[in-house]
């Protein structure tokens, strides 16, 4: 049963619009959530986070919104850059002591930045 | 520069033959984690060490074995391999037990022939 979904496998936006990527997940005592981009043959590198204290978390381009109760989260770039072309995997994590117990992943979304 | 490096970054192996798979960082993190990733699939945990204390996953299949003889590396053993074992294996770390943020090396791809 898969806890965080991202149910858009691959999106394509062009070149100084926003991209928007999606992520939903199940289980409630998930209380921390992060993003992470992978270019093909790197391992994924962290990208933006936010706890579910806060609804909103900024970063230069990147902007992650959380909806709690609808156990919703959303990265938003913009304006999107050729660069940002990557899979991006939004992760969650349940302890209460924070990540140590690993994360837990969705499929990863394939954003495509169109010139 | 600081990171978490694995070797090889490609093995063939073949069905039934034990193969070890390697990680070692030099960011002097205390967690260090090993996710299998299928295609298309999500980085799935299979365990994690923090120090020298190893926590297994329920689901992880006792083909799957763990060492960390030190700080700096941690291998992954796979005892018999399994067609369905070929996939993305990604090692993790984290600096402090509570850390959410983890840092990954760039994989090591196994296929079973």
């Known amino acids: 049963d898969q806890q965080v979904k991202q149910n858009s496998p691959s999106l394509s936006v062009q070149e100084g619009r926003i991209s928007i990527l999606n992520c939903d997940y199940t289980?409630?005592?998930?209380?921390?959530f992060l993003w992470y981009k992978k270019y093909p043959a790197e391992g994924p590198t962290f990208l933006i986070s936010?706890?579910?204290?806060?609804d909103k978390n900024e970063d230069g381009r990147f902007t992650v919104f959380l909806n709690k109760s609808a156990k919703h989260l959303s990265l938003h770039i913009v304006p999107s850059q050729p660069g940002d072309s990557a899979v991006y995997f939004c992760?969650?994590?349940?302890?209460?002591?924070?990540?140590?117990?690993?994360?837990?992943f969705g499929k990863g979304t394939h954003l495509i930045i169109q010139p | 520069d600081a990171m978490v490096i694995q070797n090889p970054r490609y093995q063939v192996t073949q069905f039934g033959k034990p193969v070890t798979l390697s990680c070692s960082q030099t960011?002097?993190?205390?967690?260090m984690y090993w996710y299998q990733q299928k295609s298309s699939q999500a980085p799935k945990l299979l365990f994690h060490?923090?120090?020298?204390?190893?926590?297994n996953e329920a689901d992880t299949p006792d083909n799957f074995q763990s060492r960390r003889p030190n700080t700096s590396f941690c291998f992954l053993d796979i005892r018999s391999p399994g067609l369905g074992d070929a996939a993305m294996y990604l090692c993790?770390?984290?600096?402090?037990?509570?850390?959410?943020?983890?840092?990954f090396g760039p994989g090591t791809r196994l296929t079973v022939l």
């Open positions: 289980n409630s005592m998930f209380d921390y």
């Open positions: 993790a770390t984290s600096l402090r037990w509570g850390d959410n943020e983890q840092f």
């Open positions: 936010i706890s579910s204290i806060k």
């Open positions: 060490y923090y120090d020298k204390d190893f926590n």
């Open positions: 960011l002097n993190h205390n967690v």
């Open positions: 992760a969650a994590s349940g302890s209460s002591g924070g990540g140590a117990d690993g994360l837990t």
